[in-house]
């Protein structure tokens, strides 16, 4: 069983920066697949980007070259840095890790407005 708990979500003005934390615990962190995706009012959840367990990631269109996933396998987290954002980032952001199982963390709010 793995447990996850996302941080760092808040409210910030077009054109800023947020870095979301996933802490990861009850598995070996290092063997999990990362993964962001996010969820927006009334939206379908849509995958934001992935990190595999040897550290190459790949990128939803909509964010690439803005967001930055990384990982950090000594303290068992996850990020998502977050620059250049805009109104249509506004949405609930979830960790996903893969293991044996997908496991998800419970989301953290990010609202973009000015």
């Known amino acids: 069983q793995v447990q996850l708990v996302e941080s760092g979500g808040g409210l910030v003005q077009p054109g800023g920066s947020l870095r979301l934390s996933c802490v990861a615990s009850?598995?070996?962190?290092?063997?999990?697949?990362m993964a962001w995706y996010r969820q927006a009012p009334g939206k379908q959840r849509e995958w934001v980007a992935m990190?595999?367990?040897?550290?190459?990631?790949n990128y939803a269109n909509s964010v690439k070259g803005r967001f930055t996933i990384s990982r950090d396998n000594a303290k068992n987290t996850g990020y998502l840095q977050m620059n250049s954002l805009q109104p249509e980032d506004t949405a609930v952001y979830y960790c996903k890790a893969t293991g044996s199982l997908d496991y998800w963390g419970q989301g953290t709010q990010v609202t973009v407005s000015s």
């Open positions: 009850g598995s070996v962190f290092s063997t999990l697949v």
């Open positions: 990190i595999t367990r040897g550290g190459s990631t």
